[in-house]
């Protein structure tokens, strides 16, 4: 049962692993968003349609979502630090292509392999840190500093964004990742002990790794494509039925598999099912929100780059520091309490944003949501961070950060899809009646609407199924709770 227990002496460098740690992944989550500031600049260049600009972003997030699992599993069994160093290269070999790329085909392909990297290196990242640091108010206090990174990523995206595509170009978006992966996985080899997990079954389950990443392709693909040839079309209904069959395969796979990517007893902890479920749905309303509000501030507001770039830095610079606030928060009153309050704000924040008329003013309509919104974001991902290594034992916990971080970007994979179709639908319903700015606020209200009643639905979702606890306690009791499925 050693490999259950934390660590006896804590790692001197430990601080500077989290540090390292952080940096890596906010390049991760930044890559998410932050060529949404970027599109424009994108699609004249590359002469790609208002259509195909979301399969840049979700040539990424697919790919990252969907191979999470798998690289989750790679850490535990291959080694954490090997996994995380192989991840930062290809992520910046893939960065470096995307930046050359020469038109909308290569640049997509590029993107889908940067995810494919970052799905190597985000659970590995997150799983070195639960090795690293105890439970208890020192791991949550870590885990606070991870939720901030994770959600100040896809604000600070766009502001950093628009930052680089006005001064340089679009293409040093991709380029700036190159020196820092470079450097982050020499200084990983200085600062960071190896570390694996001592299991008698070495299977990494390449089946359900292919079914879960090709079924979740396929429906996020038949959603994108579904506003164009009909959601009744023989083309969607097919796309659909396809995964359909793959992700009922991947659960006939993993329930028969020896050693599965997703072994389902860890989701009898009601902690990490229910912060999964909940990360699920407010990382779609989230990748929306970046998606939706860069393309307003410039094809609706008429900012340039640089300036919708800058009218972001209330909403990242908040979410950071209302993070490091709310970190010793969720230590003293426990998990679920934080999450429902975190939620709540989230929507009101993004029920306000979807009022933004298209003559918007900075101050009195886009100032006050993105206060309110990096508040909800902040408590909301700092919370459900903490309850998803949850009582996890040390030979799981590249699962457990796989599976957040999964739900997080097949959450806004799956929502920008939705959202983007509802956006477009609106539009074009409208777009005979008002001036073509107008139709494009319209359609992209509609969205914002939707991505709020989203968030509503994980505070109902929450305030029912979640199990609220507070961590420095918890974590024997539901360490108890997991022990007798794993023997």
């Given at each position: ?62 790919t ?46 590029a ?12 659970p590995?990242?997150?799983?070195i ?18 939720g ?20 340089l ?41 292919a ?42 796979i ?18 990490v ?11 779609a ?23 919708a ?42 029920a ?21 919104v ?18 996890i034992?040390?030979?799981?916990s ?90």
């Amino acid at each position: 049962m050693s490999s259950n227990e934390p660590t006896a002496a804590p790692d001197p460098r430990r601080w500077l692993v989290l540090a390292l740690l952080a940096v890596a992944q906010f390049v991760v989550v930044l890559d998410a968003s932050i060529m949404n500031i970027a599109l424009p600049s994108i699609g004249t260049d590359l002469q790609v349609s208002q259509e195909s600009l979301s399969w840049i972003i979700n040539g990424y997030v697919l790919t990252f979502g969907g191979f999470l699992l798998l690289g989750g599993r790679l850490a535990d069994l291959l080694g954490r630090r090997r996994v995380f160093v192989i991840g930062l290269v290809l992520f910046a070999a893939a960065s470096l292509a995307g930046g050359l790329a020469s038109s909308s085909s290569q640049l997509i392909a590029a993107r889908a392999v940067q995810g494919l990297g970052g799905a190597l290196l985000a659970p590995a990242a997150l799983s070195i840190l639960t090795t690293v640091f105890a439970p208890g108010a020192e791991r949550n206090k870590a885990l606070g500093v991870w939720g901030a990174v994770a959600g100040s990523g896809g604000a600070a995206g766009v502001l950093l964004g628009g930052v680089i595509t006005e001064a340089l170009g679009w293409e040093w978006v991709l380029f700036i990742n190159v020196p820092i992966g470079i450097a982050a996985a020499l200084l990983s080899y200085r600062l960071i002990r190896e570390s694996r997990a001592e299991v008698a079954q070495r299977s990494f389950d390449l089946p359900g790794a292919a079914t879960v990443t090709g079924g979740l392709t396929a429906a996020v693909y038949g959603i994108v494509e579904a506003e164009k040839v009909g959601w009744t079309s023989t083309r969607t209904l097919a796309v659909f039925a396809a995964a359909a069959v793959l992700l009922g395969a991947f659960v006939v796979i993993e329930r028969r598999a020896i050693a599965p990517l997703v072994p389902f007893r860890i989701f009898r902890l009601r902690t990490v099912a229910g912060a999964n479920l909940t990360m699920l749905l407010v990382g779609a309303s989230m990748f929306a929100l970046f998606y939706f509000l860069s393309l307003s501030m410039q094809q609706v507001l008429g900012y340039s780059a640089l300036e919708a770039g800058l009218a972001q830095l209330p909403l990242a610079g908040t979410l950071v520091l209302a993070a490091g606030a709310i970190a010793p928060l969720v230590t003293r009153v426990g998990s679920k309490p934080v999450t429902l309050a975190g939620l709540v704000t989230f929507a009101v924040g993004l029920a306000w944003f979807s009022r933004m008329p298209a003559d918007a003013d900075f101050v009195a309509d886009l100032l006050g949501p993105s206060v309110v919104v990096a508040v909800g974001l902040a408590a909301t991902f700092v919370s459900l961070t903490v309850s998803a290594v949850e009582g996890i034992a040390e030979d799981e916990s590249g699962l457990a950060s796989g599976l957040i971080n999964t739900s997080q970007q097949i959450g806004g994979a799956l929502g920008l899809a939705v959202l983007t179709a509802v956006a477009s639908g609106r539009t074009e319903s409208v777009a005979g009646e008002v001036g073509p700015a107008v139709a494009l606020n319209e359609g992209f209200q509609a969205a914002l609407l939707v991505a709020a009643a989203i968030v509503v639905a994980a505070v109902v979702l929450t305030a029912v199924f979640a199990r609220g606890s507070r961590p420095a306690a918890a974590v024997p009791a539901a360490q108890r709770e997991l022990e007798p499925a794993s023997s």
